[in-house]
T-cell receptor, first 116, second 115 residues
Framework: NAGVMQNPRHLVRRRGQEARLRCSPM?????VYWYRQLPEEGLKFMVYLQKENIIDESGMPKERFSAEFPKEGPSILRIQQVVRGDSAAYFCASSPPGRVTYNEQFFGPGTRLTVL | GENVEQHPSTLSVQEGDSAVIKCTYSDSASNYFPWYKQELGKRPQLIID?????GEKKDQRIAVTLNKTAKHFSLHITETQPEDSAVYFC??????????????FGKGTHLIIQP
């Protein structure tokens, strides 16, 4: 059973470009969470999605950031017009459907975004 | 929203000694408290968790305690080994059956095991 997959592992963008980060949850998991980790800091929740639905985006910046989890395919975190302050590690986590277990979240390897 | 405080930020212990990391949370509705270990450049890995209906849970050398009244929970590692060196994060969230909130993390504790 493959774990949570993220790609690319490293992404370099120039200011003003778009960044697309992909996350494939563990098999059987239908809940996806995105977190951002700045250097030497903890992880900050950004958004929680279930298939085709955004459940909670309270941690997402209001502008330039968007997320989706389509019926088919991976979850995508999109950052438009990147700025240097967007440089961070972006982690995706997945958990199984409700009533199977509590909120055990399993993390992917992360995408390290560098904005030049 | 939830706020999680974690102490200490750095903890250095002799190999074989015990290590204790403490966290407090603010939202009394939180009912799930996991601990993650993160090695440099790697993903956070779930090492133990506790739900609000129990006060203590143990898994080999690792134990977690929860005091709901005081809103604090702690990680205890006994007989520390060099491979325990890492950054440890506590977190809190609310689970309600259909799904769960995103985790609110503490700022992390850098645990250093001295040989």
């Amino acid at each position: 059973n493959a774990g949570v997959m993220q790609n690319p592992r490293h992404l370099v963008r120039r200011r003003g470009q778009e960044a697309r980060l992909r996350c494939s949850p563990m098999k059987g998991h239908s809940h996806v969470y995105w977190y951002r980790q700045l250097p030497e800091e903890g992880l900050k929740f950004m958004v929680y999605l279930q298939k085709e639905n955004i459940i909670d985006e309270s941690g997402m910046p209001k502008e330039r950031f968007s997320a989706e989890f389509p019926k088919e395919g991976p979850s995508i975190l999109r950052i438009q017009q990147v700025v240097r302050g967007d440089s961070a590690a972006y982690f995706c986590a997945s958990s199984p459907p409700g009533r199977v277990t509590y909120n055990e979240q399993f993390f992917g390897p992360g995408t390290r975004l560098t904005v030049l | 929203g939830e706020n999680v405080e974690q102490h200490p930020s750095t903890l250095s212990v002799q190999e074989g000694d015990s290590a204790v990391i403490k966290c407090t949370y603010s939202d009394s509705a939180s009912n799930y408290f996991p601990w993650y270990k993160q090695e440099l450049g790697k993903r956070p890995q779930l090492i133990i968790d506790i739900r609000s209906n129990v006060g203590e849970k143990k898994d080999q050398r690792i134990a977690v305690t929860l005091n709901k009244t005081a809103k604090h929970f702690s990680l205890h590692i006994t007989e520390t080994q060099p491979e325990d060196s890492a950054v440890y994060f506590c977190a809190a969230s609310t689970y309600s059956g259909g799904g769960a909130d995103g985790l609110t993390f503490g700022k992390g504790t850098h645990l250093i095991i001295q040989p």
